[in-house]
């Protein structure tokens, strides 16, 4: 009588154990899936004639193959757009940065290589006032 009571304890337990990766399971099959690409550093660095600096960096993301942003950084207002153009076999990002304010104005539209690697340099605007804007990107 002994052995028949254990059965029945042991199945329960099994079952018990083995709830969560079931549940696991369903929960991820449910979602979207949505494909990840790599994320994008923008830095865009202002030089005045008095050699002072003031850079401005983001970092983004990029979700089925889209990332924009909006974005204030004293009287400069950004607007960042990335995307791929296209069939996934193109080998480029699409860059639309457009900045307005107190800075300098920058309306810029250029490519950058999808592949990661090291920093480099997208735009270098020399300005007849003595100062100079870079745009650097990389990709991770």
Known sequence: MRFVSQKPALFVLACAALGPFAACHVAHAEGPTRATTPSIDLEIEDRAPDKSIHTARFTLSMIDG?????????????????????????????????????????????????????????????????????????VR
């Open 66 to 138: 889209r990332a924009q942003l909006k974005a204030h950084d004293g009287d400069a207002h950004y607007a960042v757009d990335l995307h791929t153009p296209g069939p996934a076999t193109q080998p480029n990002f699409s860059l639309s940065l457009k900045r307005g304010g107190g800075s300098g104005d920058i309306d810029l539209s250029s490519a950058i290589p999808q592949h990661g690697g090291g920093r480099m340099v997208i735009a270098k605007i020399d300005r007849a006032d003595g100062r100079f804007t870079s745009v650097i990107a990389q």
